[in-house]
């Protein structure tokens, strides 16, 4: 039987804990320390707990709900890639760890951005994804979640400090696990990283959105978009005939008057699907009423679908017509395209070849 994992216990429940093994409250801090502070892998280390405890400790629970089983480098950029194996039997999830960029001076910042993963597969069938591709195994606790950012840091031997819920799954349709993580992530008792740190990227889960936004934390939100009236995002998603424009926007309306930080679109730019010039005009409306700015990416290739990419003159034309039109606007071009660092490729790969 898979032990249940330490990571995603807050203060409160470790004085529960405590109170359960018969030991004072005081000692949960200690424990907290250990396992945030000093991201300690084995409960024998732990000097300052009573041997008794230690052993309750290691029989009932583990540190580390997964392990890393593949990690792929870029050839440029310094984008990595890992895989890894849940501690339940098998389950693959991948991250991907992004440097900073370069900063003034040609100076190179250590910080580190992780994009997470917060489900195993997704339900959710977006067109151009290949997390999609495979349907829904199964939520990621909340451990899972963290046990990621420890990996990355573990790989990196540097300290996260941003995180994209960009990896695979919708993470609002695991709004519960999602919060119990963001809890740990901003505490100072845990991870101490910012909301302003931290994007929440959804494909528009309404409800979902409106749990989020009763988090109450200033957190970042992008939204992937991808089409601006609801034929062309049908298309593209079909999570649009479940909460279409009509539900989404108003929910995006209720965020704003909540969150801090404007809203990003998301928008895949796809040959002949949602790249045409009146497209951006509609986004364009969309994204005024809703203060956005938006991110355009061409679309980045995807072995087994049948989307094509723009010319880039094509995109450039997309892009100066938003900004024409008074929306901030920015190209992103997938980092670590040669190591399949849009989300679902790597697992679908080794899936595919039967090793999942
Ligand atoms: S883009 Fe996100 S929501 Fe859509 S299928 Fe992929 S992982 Fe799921």
């Given at each position: 039987?898979?032990?249940?994992?330490l990571?995603?216990?807050?203060?409160?429940?470790?004085?529960?804990?405590?109170?359960?093994?018969?030991?004072?409250?005081?000692r949960?801090a200690?424990?907290?320390e250990?396992v945030?502070?000093?991201?300690t892998t084995?409960?024998?280390?732990?000097?300052n707990?009573?041997?008794?405890?230690?052993?309750?400790?290691?029989?009932?629970?583990?540190?580390?709900?997964l392990?890393?089983v593949e990690?792929?480098?870029?050839?440029?950029?310094?984008?990595?890639?890992?895989?890894?194996r849940?501690?339940?039997g098998?389950?693959?999830?991948e991250?991907v760890?992004?440097?900073?960029?370069?900063?003034k001076?040609?100076s190179?910042?250590?910080?580190?951005t992780?994009?997470?993963?917060?489900?195993?597969g997704?339900?959710?069938g977006?067109?151009?994804?290949?997390?999609?591709?495979?349907?829904?195994?199964?939520?990621?606790?909340?451990?899972?979640?963290?046990?990621?950012?420890?990996?990355?840091?573990?790989?990196?031997?540097?300290?996260?400090?941003?995180?994209v819920?960009?990896?695979?799954?919708?993470?609002?349709?695991?709004?519960?696990n999602?919060l119990?993580a963001?809890?740990?992530?901003m505490?100072?008792?845990g991870?101490?990283?910012?909301?302003?740190?931290?994007?929440i990227?959804?494909?528009?889960?309404?409800?979902?959105?409106?749990?989020?936004?009763?988090?109450?934390?200033?957190?970042r939100?992008?939204?992937?978009?991808?089409?601006?009236s609801d034929?062309?995002?049908?298309?593209?998603m079909?999570?649009?005939?479940?909460?279409?424009?009509?539900?989404?926007?108003?929910?995006?309306?209720?965020?704003?008057?909540?969150?801090?930080?404007?809203?990003?679109?998301?928008?895949?730019?796809?040959?002949?699907v949602?790249?045409?010039?009146?497209?951006?005009?509609?986004?364009?409306?969309?994204?005024?009423?809703?203060n956005?700015?938006?991110?355009?990416?061409p679309?980045?290739?995807?072995?087994?679908?049948?989307?094509?990419r723009?010319?880039e003159?094509?995109?450039?034309?997309f892009?100066?017509?938003l900004?024409?039109?008074g929306?901030?606007?920015?190209m992103?071009?997938?980092?670590?395209?040669?190591?399949n660092?849009a989300?679902?490729?790597?697992?679908?790969?080794?899936?595919g070849?039967?090793?999942?």
């Amino acid at each position: 039987m898979v032990k249940p994992c330490l990571l995603e216990y807050t203060r409160e429940a470790l004085v529960d804990l405590m109170a359960e093994l018969g030991h004072k409250p005081f000692r949960a801090a200690q424990l907290q320390e250990w396992v945030w502070k000093h991201r300690t892998t084995d409960f024998e280390q732990m000097s300052n707990l009573p041997p008794a405890l230690r052993a309750q400790l290691a029989e009932r629970f583990s540190l580390r709900p997964l392990s890393v089983v593949e990690v792929s480098n870029s050839s440029t950029g310094g984008t990595r890639k890992f895989l890894s194996r849940m501690a339940d039997g098998g389950h693959l999830v991948e991250s991907v760890i992004i440097p900073a960029a370069e900063g003034k001076g040609g100076s190179r910042s250590d910080r580190i951005t992780l994009c997470v993963s917060s489900q195993v597969g997704c339900a959710f069938g977006c067109k151009f994804c290949a997390s999609g591709l495979l349907g829904l195994t199964r939520n990621l606790s909340a451990s899972e979640i963290l046990g990621q950012i420890l990996a990355a840091e573990e790989i990196s031997g540097t300290r996260v400090d941003n995180l994209v819920f960009m990896g695979m799954g919708e993470p609002l349709a695991n709004i519960d696990n999602l919060l119990s993580a963001l809890t740990l992530i901003m505490s100072p008792e845990g991870l101490n990283i910012g909301a302003r740190h931290i994007t929440i990227s959804t494909s528009g889960n309404v409800p979902g959105l409106r749990r989020l936004a009763e988090f109450g934390k200033p957190l970042r939100l992008a939204v992937s978009l991808h089409g601006a009236s609801d034929e062309v995002r049908s298309q593209v998603m079909p999570v649009n005939r479940k909460w279409p424009l009509g539900q989404l926007l108003p929910a995006l309306e209720e965020w704003n008057r909540t969150g801090k930080h404007k809203i990003t679109f998301e928008y895949i730019l796809i040959e002949g699907v949602n790249a045409m010039l009146p497209e951006a005009a509609k986004l364009a409306r969309i994204s005024r009423r809703l203060n956005a700015k938006v991110n355009l990416i061409p679309y980045n290739t995807v072995e087994g679908l049948p989307w094509v990419r723009p010319s880039e003159s094509h995109c450039r034309a997309f892009a100066k017509a938003l900004s024409s039109a008074g929306i901030p606007v920015t190209m992103r071009y997938e980092k670590g395209h040669d190591i399949n660092a849009a989300c679902g490729q790597l697992r679908l790969k080794r899936e595919g070849q039967g090793e999942g």
